[in-house]
């Protein structure tokens, strides 16, 4: 469970307030009420809360020492920009970033996300058998292109998953093309046959702002946290300064 405890220097910063989970502290802004620990990942813990101002259920993921180490804060802040844009029922939705109260020295990441019963993770490690129904879902959900493979004749799919429903294995095979100027895309492979009774382009129009992700790999620590203190600001448009610029 969450416990409520005194901050680190003694001193409780306007907005915030501390709880301990998992003996881990979170510094978190007034309005969350945690509930319980949830998760533990390469990137941080993950607690249930509720949004006291919405009553609305919610996670909250702290990214501990985010900076520590310059790929994690990269890879981090990308996910930032990402999902800033994302706006879909297939894919989780990121609520809010809390501001810091140090824009020059915070540490810490703290993201707040939409509370969702599990996560493919834990459906993956169930014992629970997955139907032809699961797997048409799942892949629906998540097409994940895979950008290098080494060279081999390979295994056909149908034996590898000889379960398999023959369709799921078509699409599968097509979306794993190595060249990606004969792959199948991403309309492409949403208008498969296996996605028929899923699948409707009235709900699913494609993107109108392309997302620029590219991002210098070699940026030092003090300009990353610049630029995810931008992406903050899109949350808390009211913390920004007069001449603060937003990310695009």
């Not at 409780?12 to 949830?38: C, N």
């Not at 620590?221 to 808390?236: A, D, G, N, Q």
Request: hydrophobic share 40%; aromatic share 8%; glycine share 4%.
């Amino acid at each position: 469970m969450a416990t409520p405890v005194e901050p680190p220097n003694g001193i409780r910063a306007e907005g915030k307030h501390y709880f301990s989970m998992w003996q881990t502290l979170f510094e978190i802004d007034t309005k969350y009420v945690p509930i319980k620990p949830i998760g533990r990942g390469a990137y941080g813990i993950v607690c249930s809360s509720v949004n006291r101002e919405t009553n609305e259920k919610v996670a909250i993921k702290k990214i501990q020492n985010a900076f520590e180490n310059r790929v994690d804060a990269l890879r981090t802040l990308r996910e930032l920009k990402l999902l800033r844009h994302l706006h879909h029922e297939n894919v989780i939705a990121l609520k809010d970033i809390m501001m810091p109260i140090q824009r020059n020295s915070f540490k810490d990441v703290y993201l707040v996300y939409e509370l969702m019963d599990t996560d493919l993770h834990q459906i993956i490690k169930s014992s629970q058998a997955l139907s032809n129904d699961h797997c048409q879902y799942f892949l629906f959900q998540a097409k994940r292109y895979i950008k290098s493979l080494p060279y081999s004749l390979g295994t056909p799919f149908s034996r590898l998953y000889p379960n398999a429903h023959p369709l799921a294995i078509d699409l599968l095979a097509k979306m794993l093309v190595f060249d990606p100027t004969k792959r199948i895309s991403v309309t492409e492979a949403l208008q498969h046959p296996f996605m028929a009774s899923l699948y409707d382009p009235n709900c699913d129009p494609p993107a109108i702002i392309p997302i620029d992700l590219d991002i210098d790999e070699d940026l030092g620590e003090e300009v990353i946290r610049e630029l995810m203190w931008k992406e903050m600001v899109h949350y808390h448009p009211e913390s920004a300064l007069g001449n603060a610029e937003l990310c695009p």
